[in-house]
Protein backbone atom coordinates (compact mmCIF):
# COMPACT_ATOMS: atom_id res chain seq x y z
CA UNK A 1 0.00 0.00 0.00
CA UNK A 2 3.05 2.21 0.63
CA UNK A 3 4.39 1.70 -2.37
CA UNK A 4 1.50 1.33 -4.96
CA UNK A 5 -1.75 3.25 -2.85
CA UNK A 6 -5.08 1.41 -2.67
CA UNK A 7 -6.42 0.80 -6.10
CA UNK A 8 -3.21 -0.67 -6.88
CA UNK A 9 -3.09 -2.89 -3.51
CA UNK A 10 -6.68 -3.73 -4.66
CA UNK A 11 -5.71 -5.36 -7.80
CA UNK A 12 -2.52 -7.30 -6.89
CA UNK A 13 -4.34 -9.01 -3.88
CA UNK A 14 -5.93 -12.40 -4.78
CA UNK A 15 -8.35 -14.13 -2.59
CA UNK A 16 -10.57 -13.61 0.71
CA UNK A 17 -10.34 -10.55 2.46
CA UNK A 18 -11.49 -7.44 4.95
CA UNK A 19 -8.87 -5.83 5.93
CA UNK A 20 -8.09 -1.60 7.08
CA UNK A 21 -5.93 0.19 6.86
CA UNK A 22 -4.83 3.31 9.02
CA UNK A 23 -2.57 6.15 6.47
CA UNK A 24 -1.75 8.64 9.56
CA UNK A 25 1.53 9.34 7.70
CA UNK A 26 0.03 13.43 6.51
CA UNK A 27 -0.97 14.96 9.88
CA UNK A 28 -3.54 16.75 8.32
CA UNK A 29 -5.29 14.30 5.89
CA UNK A 30 -5.18 11.45 8.77
CA UNK A 31 -7.10 8.31 6.54
CA UNK A 32 -8.96 5.35 7.24
CA UNK A 33 -9.40 2.52 4.30
CA UNK A 34 -12.08 -0.35 4.55
CA UNK A 35 -11.90 -2.84 1.97
CA UNK A 36 -13.72 -6.33 1.58
CA UNK A 37 -13.02 -8.84 -1.18
CA UNK A 38 -14.24 -9.15 -4.70
CA UNK A 39 -17.07 -11.14 -3.95
CA UNK A 40 -17.80 -10.23 -0.26
CA UNK A 41 -16.83 -13.74 0.91
CA UNK A 42 -15.39 -12.01 4.02
CA UNK A 43 -17.98 -9.95 5.76
CA UNK A 44 -16.97 -6.36 7.10
CA UNK A 45 -19.63 -4.05 8.73
CA UNK A 46 -19.40 -0.51 9.88
CA UNK A 47 -21.19 2.45 11.05
CA UNK A 48 -20.60 6.34 10.69
CA UNK A 49 -23.24 7.13 13.45
CA UNK A 50 -22.50 9.81 15.84
CA UNK A 51 -19.60 11.23 13.73
CA UNK A 52 -17.54 8.55 14.01
CA UNK A 53 -16.16 5.03 12.51
CA UNK A 54 -16.56 1.74 13.92
CA UNK A 55 -16.10 -1.60 12.61
CA UNK A 56 -16.09 -5.20 12.53
CA UNK A 57 -16.64 -8.38 11.10
CA UNK A 58 -19.88 -9.17 13.11
CA UNK A 59 -22.65 -6.93 13.69
CA UNK A 60 -22.64 -7.55 17.42
CA UNK A 61 -20.06 -6.02 18.62
CA UNK A 62 -21.25 -2.57 16.65
CA UNK A 63 -24.73 -2.96 18.36
CA UNK A 64 -23.59 -3.44 21.87
CA UNK A 65 -21.21 0.07 21.25
CA UNK A 66 -23.75 1.57 19.62
CA UNK A 67 -26.82 0.37 22.53
CA UNK A 68 -29.85 -1.14 21.10
CA UNK A 69 -31.81 1.34 22.34
CA UNK A 70 -30.31 3.57 19.94
CA UNK A 71 -30.80 1.35 17.04
CA UNK A 72 -34.03 1.29 14.57
CA UNK A 73 -34.91 -2.35 12.53
CA UNK A 74 -34.12 -1.36 8.62
CA UNK A 75 -37.90 -2.09 6.98
CA UNK A 76 -36.18 -2.99 3.70
CA UNK A 77 -33.81 -5.27 4.86
CA UNK A 78 -36.89 -7.04 6.58
CA UNK A 79 -38.74 -7.69 3.28
CA UNK A 80 -35.17 -8.93 1.75
CA UNK A 81 -35.03 -11.46 4.66
CA UNK A 82 -38.91 -12.87 4.51
CA UNK A 83 -38.16 -12.63 0.60
CA UNK A 84 -34.96 -14.17 0.10
CA UNK A 85 -34.07 -15.22 3.98
CA UNK A 86 -30.87 -13.28 3.27
CA UNK A 87 -30.21 -9.54 3.31
CA UNK A 88 -27.88 -8.39 0.56
CA UNK A 89 -25.18 -5.50 1.24
CA UNK A 90 -25.02 -2.84 2.38
CA UNK A 91 -28.22 -3.43 3.93
CA UNK A 92 -28.67 -4.98 7.86
CA UNK A 93 -31.28 -5.54 9.74
CA UNK A 94 -30.00 -2.18 11.73
CA UNK A 95 -30.89 1.24 9.67
CA UNK A 96 -27.53 2.83 11.51
CA UNK A 97 -25.27 -0.91 10.90
CA UNK A 98 -23.81 -0.90 6.89
CA UNK A 99 -22.38 -3.67 5.66
CA UNK A 100 -19.35 -2.83 2.86
CA UNK A 101 -20.46 -4.25 -0.49
CA UNK A 102 -18.41 -7.19 -2.37
CA UNK A 103 -15.78 -5.34 -4.59
CA UNK A 104 -15.70 -1.96 -2.37
CA UNK A 105 -13.77 0.01 -0.35
CA UNK A 106 -14.49 2.67 2.33
CA UNK A 107 -11.84 5.96 2.08
CA UNK A 108 -12.90 7.67 5.33
CA UNK A 109 -11.10 11.15 6.43
CA UNK A 110 -10.27 10.95 10.17
CA UNK A 111 -10.17 14.75 10.35
CA UNK A 112 -13.04 15.62 9.06
CA UNK A 113 -15.22 11.99 9.55
CA UNK A 114 -15.79 12.44 5.70
CA UNK A 115 -15.91 9.16 3.81
CA UNK A 116 -16.82 7.73 0.15
CA UNK A 117 -17.21 4.33 -0.79
CA UNK A 118 -15.95 3.14 -4.15
CA UNK A 119 -16.00 0.28 -6.53
CA UNK A 120 -12.57 -1.31 -7.55
CA UNK A 121 -14.07 -4.49 -9.09
CA UNK A 122 -16.86 -5.26 -10.98
CA UNK A 123 -17.27 -8.40 -12.74
CA UNK A 124 -19.49 -7.76 -15.69
CA UNK A 125 -17.31 -5.29 -16.91
CA UNK A 126 -14.19 -7.48 -16.71
CA UNK A 127 -16.20 -10.52 -17.67
CA UNK A 128 -18.68 -9.12 -20.10
CA UNK A 129 -17.17 -11.73 -22.59
CA UNK A 130 -14.73 -14.69 -21.97
CA UNK A 131 -13.16 -17.17 -23.85
CA UNK A 132 -13.46 -20.81 -21.88
CA UNK A 133 -9.61 -21.34 -22.17
CA UNK A 134 -9.48 -18.23 -19.64
CA UNK A 135 -12.23 -19.42 -18.02
CA UNK A 136 -10.75 -22.97 -17.32
CA UNK A 137 -7.57 -21.50 -16.49
CA UNK A 138 -9.40 -18.80 -13.75
CA UNK A 139 -10.79 -21.59 -12.04
CA UNK A 140 -7.39 -23.83 -11.90
CA UNK A 141 -5.51 -20.98 -10.28
CA UNK A 142 -8.32 -20.98 -7.53
CA UNK A 143 -8.70 -24.39 -7.09
CA UNK A 144 -4.34 -24.39 -6.74
CA UNK A 145 -4.42 -21.73 -4.39
CA UNK A 146 -7.15 -23.50 -2.07
CA UNK A 147 -4.54 -26.52 -1.81
CA UNK A 148 -2.08 -25.10 -0.27
CA UNK A 149 -1.80 -27.21 3.10
CA UNK A 150 0.50 -29.21 5.10
CA UNK A 151 -1.56 -31.71 5.81
CA UNK A 152 -3.83 -34.15 3.55
CA UNK A 153 -6.34 -33.09 1.63
CA UNK A 154 -10.25 -34.23 1.04
CA UNK A 155 -13.08 -33.18 -1.33
CA UNK A 156 -16.26 -32.96 -0.94
CA UNK A 157 -18.71 -34.66 -3.69
CA UNK A 158 -21.96 -34.61 -4.14
CA UNK A 159 -21.86 -36.23 -7.65
CA UNK A 160 -22.28 -32.76 -9.11
CA UNK A 161 -20.59 -31.56 -12.48
CA UNK A 162 -18.64 -28.88 -10.52
CA UNK A 163 -17.32 -30.45 -7.49
CA UNK A 164 -16.13 -33.65 -9.67
CA UNK A 165 -14.44 -30.64 -12.67
CA UNK A 166 -12.87 -29.54 -9.29
CA UNK A 167 -11.84 -33.08 -8.02
CA UNK A 168 -10.62 -33.17 -12.11
CA UNK A 169 -8.15 -30.16 -11.40
CA UNK A 170 -6.40 -31.51 -8.05
CA UNK A 171 -3.90 -33.64 -10.27
CA UNK A 172 -3.96 -31.24 -13.30
CA UNK A 173 -0.61 -29.83 -14.04
CA UNK A 174 -1.73 -26.24 -12.89
CA UNK A 175 -2.11 -27.69 -9.17
CA UNK A 176 0.29 -30.88 -8.96
CA UNK A 177 -1.01 -32.29 -5.94
CA UNK A 178 -1.27 -35.81 -5.09
CA UNK A 179 -4.43 -36.88 -2.92
CA UNK A 180 -6.52 -40.31 -2.20
CA UNK A 181 -10.17 -39.45 -2.73
CA UNK A 182 -13.15 -41.83 -1.23
CA UNK A 183 -16.65 -42.14 -1.67
CA UNK A 184 -18.82 -42.35 1.90
CA UNK A 185 -22.61 -42.79 2.15
CA UNK A 186 -24.32 -42.57 5.57
CA UNK A 187 -27.15 -44.59 6.71
CA UNK A 188 -29.81 -46.68 4.95
CA UNK A 189 -30.15 -45.58 1.05
CA UNK A 190 -33.34 -44.80 -0.79
CA UNK A 191 -33.93 -45.65 -4.33
CA UNK A 192 -33.15 -42.25 -5.12
CA UNK A 193 -30.18 -41.79 -2.45
CA UNK A 194 -28.71 -44.87 -4.26
CA UNK A 195 -28.89 -43.39 -7.80
CA UNK A 196 -27.25 -40.21 -6.31
CA UNK A 197 -24.37 -42.91 -4.81
CA UNK A 198 -23.80 -44.81 -7.85
CA UNK A 199 -23.56 -41.76 -9.86
CA UNK A 200 -21.23 -39.99 -7.51
CA UNK A 201 -19.53 -42.92 -7.38
CA UNK A 202 -18.99 -43.45 -11.60
CA UNK A 203 -17.76 -39.31 -11.00
CA UNK A 204 -15.44 -39.63 -8.45
CA UNK A 205 -13.72 -42.58 -10.29
CA UNK A 206 -13.76 -40.83 -13.60
CA UNK A 207 -11.92 -37.46 -12.12
CA UNK A 208 -9.44 -39.94 -10.36
CA UNK A 209 -8.67 -41.80 -13.43
CA UNK A 210 -7.36 -37.95 -14.81
CA UNK A 211 -6.12 -37.54 -12.06
CA UNK A 212 -3.89 -40.60 -11.60
CA UNK A 213 -2.87 -40.06 -15.13
CA UNK A 214 -1.76 -36.25 -14.42
CA UNK A 215 0.02 -37.09 -10.86
CA UNK A 216 1.02 -39.32 -8.06
CA UNK A 217 -2.29 -40.13 -6.88
CA UNK A 218 -2.99 -43.16 -4.64
CA UNK A 219 -5.46 -45.70 -5.47
CA UNK A 220 -9.25 -44.75 -4.84
CA UNK A 221 -10.53 -46.11 -1.27
CA UNK A 222 -14.46 -46.12 -2.20
CA UNK A 223 -16.21 -46.45 1.13
CA UNK A 224 -19.49 -47.22 2.45
CA UNK A 225 -20.19 -46.51 6.63
CA UNK A 226 -22.83 -45.52 8.71
CA UNK A 227 -22.15 -42.34 10.48
CA UNK A 228 -22.23 -43.67 13.89
CA UNK A 229 -18.83 -45.56 13.01
CA UNK A 230 -17.02 -42.42 12.25
CA UNK A 231 -17.62 -41.14 15.83
CA UNK A 232 -14.58 -41.81 18.24
CA UNK A 233 -15.91 -44.05 21.00
CA UNK A 234 -14.88 -42.41 24.52
Known amino acids: YITHGIEKTLSAVNGMFAFAIVDNRDINN ?31 PIRDIIGINNLSVDATAVAMYFNMFYITAPNTIWNEIRA ?14 SYDIQRYYNPAEKYSAISFSILENLIADATKIRMRSDVPLG ?6 IILTFHLSLFGSPTCQRAISPSLCSFGECSL ?7 LAKSFTESACFLIRSNCRARSVAIL ?6 LIPST
Do not use: C, W
Open 224 to 229: YASATD
Open 100 to 113: LEPGTYMKYNLNNN
Open 155 to 160: AYLSGG
Open 30 to 60: QLLFLARDRFGKKPLFYTTKNNNVTFASEIN
Open 192 to 198: STSDSIA
